[in-house]
């Protein structure tokens, strides 16, 4: 799995906690305008940051095979057993994506089909609930959408099943006429989210 490792030093921890923070990253395009918000965001970032790009990762979706209600996790061997881990160790979870046909891309959304199999490890009690985890959603858009409520409406049950109900988001409209680069609303909604990060991380009121 491509991995994209993060910057290590020790910024804004509670009580010497490092704040981990898991992108998932549903671009193909490795300077397009979801790179542009991702990378943002990342320099803002206190803490340790990982990040997966679906496109360039090998997991294969989801194929509803029920294994995972019979024994805890999935029974398909993937790049996929790195990135429970990565989630298992989060303290926050970031869905970057172009909006593909008004949702997520198909890469993200097949990766995710595989959080399958944390819904059905809750539901048969091999799991305890997750720790709370902060979810954050970062999306782009060129094209004839408006509002992204679709796209956000798909993020958030997918955050919500990971235990990171989706917080805060960013979102960069119109590509085709201002790249994400130059979106300096989009700029200043990240860097509004990685203060409140911050200052959540710190246990102050954000
Ligand atoms: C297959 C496909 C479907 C798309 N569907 C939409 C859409 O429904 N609404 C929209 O506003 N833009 C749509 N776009 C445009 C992308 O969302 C836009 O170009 C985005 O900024 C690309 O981000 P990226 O550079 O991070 O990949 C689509 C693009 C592609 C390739």
Redesign the pocket.
Known sequence: MQQNRGRKERTGCRYGKLMRTLILNG???PQ????HLIQALRRELPGEVEQVDAYRTSVAPCVDCRGCFHQPGCVVRDDMDAIYQLVDGADVIVLAS?????TLTGSLLALCSRFQALYAGRVQGFFAPAKAKTGVVLL??????KEPACALKTARIILAELGAPAQFSAVS?H??QLP?QADQEALRQIRQIAHSLRRKQEGLPQ
């Open positions: 671009s193909p395009r397009g305008d979801t790179a172009p909006l593909y046909f008004s782009t858009a060129g094209g004839s959408t409209l590509t085709d994400a």
